[in-house]
Each structure stands twice: as C-alpha cells, then as structure tokens.
C-alpha cells in the first residue's frame, strides 16, 4: 500500500494514494465532527449539514447541478456522518478525477444552504427518522445506548429527534460549518490511478486557504459503573425477535483493542466462527448474528445481536453467555488463532481494492486517531497476540457488570432472561 501524508500550513492534512493502474480514482474530504461535538438541542446538526451541502452551491445552484454533473460521468457519490466523522467524496473513471475533484470541492466549499431548501430537507431527515423507528433491530439499538448512556452524548442519535430538526436554522448550519469545518479538523484523501504530483497539486491549490482556527473540543460520554447485568425490553410486534448483548469496554486508545478485535473475529467473521456455528449451524435460531465493537475517544462498548423466534430468547442468551464463559476458561487452540488472524489479513487485502475502499481506509484513521497504520502493521500487532492476552481481555469485557441485555419482540420471557444472564 503507497500513500503519503502532507500537511499544508493552516492543518490540512493531504493523504495521497497513487495506485498505478487503477482504472478509478475518488476524492473524499473528511472532518473529524459528528453528533458528539453537538449540544443536546443541536442533536442531528452534523447529519443536517451533511445533507444541506448537495443542496446548491454557488457555481452549481441547485441539487440538480450538482447530481447530473456526477451522474453524466458515471460517478458514484455520497456523503455519511457518524457520531465522530463526516465525509463527502466521489469515484469516477481516472480520466475524470478533474470534474469529480471539482465538483467534491465547490459541494465542500461553497454550498450556499437556501432558506427555502433548509425547511424542505427537514421533511426529508424526519421521514429518515421514521424509518428507522419502524426498524426492530435499530429501535432495540437505540434503546441499548439510551440506556447505557443515559445523559451522556452516546445516548443520542446522530439523526436527531423530530423536535430538534424542526429548530435547525440556515444560521446555526453556517456556524456550525464554520466552526468545526477549520484547517486541523479536514482529512483529504485522493486515490487511485492518477499521478501523485497532480493529486498534491490539486489539494494544495484547493484547501490552501481553509481557516487554520482550531476547532471545538468532542463533547465526551464519561461511562458510568454497573452492579451487575442489566435489561432492556421493549413489546412491539414484530415477526422476529431482535436480541443484543452489550458490553462496557474502554476507549479508542487502550492498547487492548487489537486483542478485542481478535476476539470480535474468533466469535463472528466468517462462516466457521464460533457464534455462526453455534447459533445457525447447531441450533438453527435464525438467520443473521454480529459481532462488533465501537471504540470512541472516552468509552467504547462490545455488542452481539441476532434474531430469533420470541420464545426461543432466553435459550438464545444462554447459548451467547456460554460463547463468552469459553473465551474466558478455555485457551483458544493456535490453530484456531492462526486460521482467524489468516481471515482478518485477508480481508484487510481485499478491502483496499479500490479506490474508494483506499480513501476510506486512510480517511477514517488519519481524522480519528491522526495516524494511518498500513496492513503489514496491522498484521504484526495481531501477530504478537497470544491466547493468554485473549483470556486476559475476555475476563475483563465479558464481566457482568459491564452488561446489558436488550431484546424487541411480543411476548418475551423476559424472566427466563434474567436467569440466563445472571
């Protein structure tokens, strides 16, 4: 993997990622903003902004402008806001990297955000609200965090509520913008198959005059303790019931994360991990089940959901609890180790394909944790792991109170799950 950091005077960071060959190129600016730099009655502000910058700008005055350009050259396009990060990038046939360059840039710098436009997006992100409210497994995710994280920016979503998006102001988003889409706050990633010399020109040439004042501070989530397992249950009549452990863990620069994220892939990566094996193959629950872990500057937490038939709950808990207690009791067989280490290299390799997977990769950690580790590194750290460090980091997730046990659905034993998890 060839990439290389530039930083230009007032904070902008330049990622360039030559790929000899490439038939594609993207460009992709991120800022290291999300729903955890909002007030309490500015929740849903970042994704606003984010969805008000397609809106016109002053060289493309409309949506249409903007999307038909793209759309003429065959582009893919998008933008995203998460609760740390926001991006806006597009990919196209290297012979365009001109356009979509431009036409990323005049979206990121001179969207002009009409009155008018600003009160019709609101029907749009409440219909965005509503359709996740009508989804089970978001609804019960939801409600995993409000309670967890009661209080605190975590239990917020990045969407907002209805009330706070009916109060956005044209006035707020500007000032928003301007404080946080500042020089040290943007991440500029150009990959694919065009010459490194034009991609730096480019950048340089484009984000040279970006305020180099500092942005605000992240608004932290302080985590609170626990005295045992907790519960959340919510009745709703749904075909299926939804299930998701979670588990308090630690902060995005603890250096257990690396042994965490073996541990992520040992119970759910591919089709022979312990969990599908468990759950789909030998008891037949249900169709899907997850593993992840959401790692952010002061807390993180460790969670896995699945779906089954609402009588089979408790059964279903039972059989996780018992994944966890193994990872905990029963040293995890080098061959084991190996095979899942093999996966994760693996995957890595055929996730940096692309251009777009190239911007992404580099974006996410350069504006997150200000360094760009390459696979090989990666592949040394989990080299290095051992199944001792796994019992160690098991031992220390999957304790009982650090959990909280969620479940959506109609008629729920929620007794017999309070056994299983205790």
């Not at 102001?169 to 694919?192: C, F, K, S």
């Not at 073996?262 to 969990?275: D, Q």
């Not at 937490?301 to 966890?324: K, L, N």
């Not at 093999?342 to 580099?362: N, P, V, W």
Request: charged content about 25%; glycine content about 8%.
């Amino acid at each position: 993997m060839n990439f290389k950091k530039t930083v230009l005077p007032n904070g902008v960071r330049i990622i360039t990622a030559p790929m000899q060959g490439n038939p594609t190129a993207t460009v992709m600016v991120a800022v290291a903003t999300g729903s955890f730099y909002e007030k309490p009655e500015q929740a849903g502000l970042s994704h606003f902004l984010e969805h008000m910058f397609f809106k016109g700008t002053t060289k493309r005055p409309s949506a249409f402008h903007i999307t038909s350009e793209l759309d003429s050259i065959g582009a893919l396009y998008n933008a995203f806001t998460s609760k740390d990060m926001t991006g806006y990038w597009a990919k196209a046939d290297a012979k365009h990297f001109g356009r979509i360059a431009d036409v990323v840039t005049d979206v990121f710098k001179n969207s002009t955000f009409p009155e008018k436009e600003v009160e019709k997006e609101k029907g749009v992100v409440m219909g965005e609200i509503d359709m996740y409210a009508d989804d089970p497994q978001e609804k019960i995710g939801d409600a995993v965090l409000k309670h967890m994280y009661g209080g605190e920016p975590a239990e917020r979503d990045v969407l907002g509520t209805k009330q706070t998006v009916s109060a956005i102001t044209r006035d707020e988003l500007i000032a928003y913008r301007d404080a946080q889409y500042t020089g040290p706050n943007i991440v500029v990633t150009l990959a694919g198959g065009v010459a490194e010399a034009d991609m730096l020109a480019w950048a340089k040439a484009n984000f040279g005059d970006a305020p180099r004042t500092p942005p605000p501070p992240e608004f932290l989530t302080y985590d609170r303790s626990q005295k045992g397992p907790e519960t959340v249950f919510i009745d709703k009549d749904t075909d299926q019931a939804h299930i998701i452990l979670a588990w308090r863990t630690f902060a995005r620069d603890n250096p257990d994360r690396w042994i965490a994220r073996i541990i992520k892939n040992i119970l759910r990566s591919g089709m022979s991990s312990r969990l599908f094996i468990k759950l789909r193959d030998e008891m037949g629950s249900g169709y899907y089940v997850s593993a992840s872990h959401a790692l952010h500057t002061s807390f993180g937490f460790f969670a896995i959901a699945t779906g089954t038939t609402h009588g089979r709950v408790p059964e279903i808990v039972s059989a996780i609890i018992a994944e966890t207690e193994r990872l905990k009791t029963e040293p995890v067989s080098r061959a084991e180790l190996d095979r899942v280490r093999e996966f994760m290299r693996a995957q890595r390799l055929m996730g940096l394909e692309t251009s777009d997977e190239i911007a992404g990769y580099c974006s996410e950690q350069e504006a997150l944790e200000d360094r760009i580790l390459t696979p090989e590194e990666f592949e040394a750290i989990f080299a290095k792991i051992s199944p001792d460090d796994i019992m160690r980091v098991a031992k220390t997730i999957f304790a009982g109170n650090r959990l909280t046990a969620a479940a959506i659905g109609k008629g729920i034993d929620k007794d017999a799950v309070i056994r299983a998890i205790s």
